[in-house]
């Protein structure tokens, strides 16, 4: 199953930019790009996919380098509701997502 | 619209107890899966379902998990003879529409992911 590493823990101050990193070294090239957050006591939730080009959508942007090995997850303007794991996840198709350990966001008020 | 839902959302079992975990995925999905999260992991796959067929139960730890799906619809996770190690965050996620299945051309389709089940062997 492909991997993908994120450093464990950020924080970030309340309504700044958040650039969360994620490394995709085994991606494959039918893989998507995806991003899962996990709020507190809650289920994973779907934030954010794409393949080659950025991505932007209601919930955050998603900027993915020419050679697929990296992407950064942006958050334009956190806020408290964004503290969160942040999982970013290789995936095609109907497969099962493979998740890391993810990134624990702290965002300071 | 409805969510995934599941029940109980806290189980306490004995060693050695059974336990039944109940998904009730969106209406209409044909794709159920089941993960289990220890205490600060992620998610960990355990089995998959396309419609009523098992078709991938690869990540069952033992052959004390037992899952099922009958009709299609609801699924429920069993747990035979509960162990300490069994304790953990059960989690149901369903996705894929019957049309999106079949014309399925792309590569992507989200999992919407319900509570989970917080399971505590003691």
């Known amino acids: 199953d492909a991997k993908t590493t994120q450093p464990n823990s950020m924080e970030s101050n309340e309504e700044e930019p958040v650039h969360l990193p994620c490394n995709h070294s085994t991606i494959s090239g039918t893989d998507y790009i995806h991003w899962y957050r996990q709020l507190p006591s809650q289920g994973p939730e779907y934030v954010i996919h794409g393949l080659t080009s950025n991505v932007n959508n209601r919930m955050a942007s998603l900027a993915i380098a020419e050679d697929r090995k990296s992407s950064t997850l942006i958050l334009h303007r956190a806020t408290l509701r964004d503290a969160a794991v942040y999982y970013c996840?290789?995936?095609?198709?109907?497969?099962?997502?493979?998740f890391g350990t993810g990134t624990r966001l702290t965002i300071i008020p | 619209g409805a969510g995934v839902s599941q029940s109980p959302r806290y189980k306490v079992a004995k060693r050695g107890q059974d336990v039944a975990l109940r998904c009730d995925p969106i209406s209409g999905h044909v794709s159920l899966f089941w993960y289990q999260q220890a205490l600060g992991q992620g998610p960990e796959f355990l089995t998959y379902?396309?419609?009523?067929?098992?078709?991938?139960k690869s990540g069952l730890p033992s052959d004390r998990f037992f899952a099922e799906r009958p009709e299609g619809s609801v699924s429920t996770l069993k747990i035979q003879r509960t162990q300490q190690e069994d304790s953990a965050v059960y989690l149901c996620?369903?996705?894929?529409?019957?049309?999106?299945?079949?014309?399925?051309?792309?590569?992507?389709?989200?999992?919407?992911f319900g509570p989970g089940t917080r399971l505590t062997v003691t």
């Open positions: 996840i290789d995936h095609f198709g109907n497969e099962k997502l493979t």
């Open positions: 379902f396309q419609n009523e067929a098992q078709l991938d």
């Open positions: 996620a369903s996705s894929f529409t019957a049309d999106s299945l079949f014309f399925h051309l792309s590569s992507y389709d989200e999992q919407y």
